[in-house]
C-alpha cells in the first residue's frame, strides 16, 4: 500500500504485519495462518474492499462452530448501490486453521501469479476430511470499481493467470461437491463461458431487478470470461 493505510489502521489500534512475498509458497493467506502470533485459531479473511455489517458480527458471535469453516457471502457495491440480486461473491473466508488450509496448485511458473491465493478456496486438511463446511446467512459488502478502465486494469491479470489455471488443468479439489460438478461443467464450454456468467447474474439470479447496477454487474462477467478466452486462445 502506497495510501495512509498503515498510520490510519496503527491509530485504531490494530496490529500491522508487513509482508515480503518470496515468490513462493505459502502466500499471503496462509503465510498470515503459518506464521502470525494470532490469537486465536479461528480466522476470518476481510479484503480491503469489504466491509463486515453488524449483522454478520451477531451472526458469527453467536455459531456454535460445529463446521470447520463457513462460506461468508457478499454483497456487491456499484456506484453506491448494494445489489441484492445477481451474482454473489461467496468465499470461504472463516475458518479454523487446524482444520483448514489454503491448497498449493502449480501455478508459480504464470507470468501474472502473485502473492496471493487465486480464485480457489481453502480445503479441508486430511485428518479433518469429514468435516462440515458451512454457510453464513448474513452478507458483507464488497465495493467494486464503477470505472471500466480501472476495473479491466484489475481484472486482466486475474483472467490470464485463469486462462493458465485451465490451460495447465491445475485447478485445486472443491470440498464442495456440488461447486465442484458446477465448476467442470462451466469449465467445460469456454466459448459459451462470457454469454452463460451474464445469464447467470442478470437472468437466473435476478439481477434485472437491481436496475442499471444488475445489467453493470453482469456486463462485468460477461467481459470477465470474453477476457479468460482471449488470453486461453494461443
Not at 55 to 80: P, T
Not at 222 to 228: C, E, G, I, K
Amino acid at each position: 500500500s502506497t495510501d495512509d493505510t498503515v498510520n490510519i489502521a496503527l491509530s485504531f489500534g490494530a496490529r500491522v504485519e508487513s509482508f515480503a512475498w518470496n515468490g513462493q509458497y505459502p502466500k499471503k493467506y496462509q503465510w498470515c495462518l503459518d506464521h502470525l502470533a494470532l490469537k486465536h485459531d479461528r480466522v476470518f479473511f476481510v479484503d480491503a474492499d469489504e466491509i463486515v455489517t453488524p449483522e454478520l458480527i451477531h451472526e458469527i458471535s453467536d455459531l456454535d462452530w460445529d463446521a470447520a469453516g463457513y462460506f461468508v457471502r457478499a454483497d456487491y457495491v456499484l456506484g453506491g448501490q448494494i445489489l441484492r440480486f445477481g451474482l454473489k461473491n461467496n468465499k470461504l473466508c472463516l475458518l479454523d486453521r487446524n482444520k483448514m488450509v489454503f491448497p498449493v496448485v502449480d501455478d508459480l511458473d504464470c507470468p501474472d501469479m502473485g502473492e496471493i491465493e487465486g480464485h480457489y478456496q481453502p480445503v479441508l486438511k486430511p485428518a479433518f476430511a469429514a468435516e462440515e463446511i458451512g454457510q453464513l446467512r448474513c452478507a458483507m459488502l464488497h465495493y467494486t470499481c464503477a470505472d471500466w478502465d480501472a476495473w479491466e486494469e484489475k481484472h486482466v491479470r486475474y483472467a490470464r493467470w485463469e486462462a493458465f489455471m485451465d490451460i495447465k488443468g491445475v485447478w485445486p479439489h472443491d470440498d464442495m461437491r456440488k461447486r465442484r460438478m458446477m465448476k467442470l461443467a462451466f469449465r467445460a464450454v469456454p466459448l459459451l463461458r462470457p454469454a452463460l456468467a451474464f445469464v447467470h447474474s442478470y437472468i437466473l439470479k435476478l439481477g434485472f431487478l437491481d436496475g442499471r447496477g444488475g445489467v453493470a454487474l453482469a456486463r462485468s462477467r460477461y467481459r470477465y470470461y470474453q477476457m479468460v478466452r482471449r488470453a486461453s486462445s494461443p
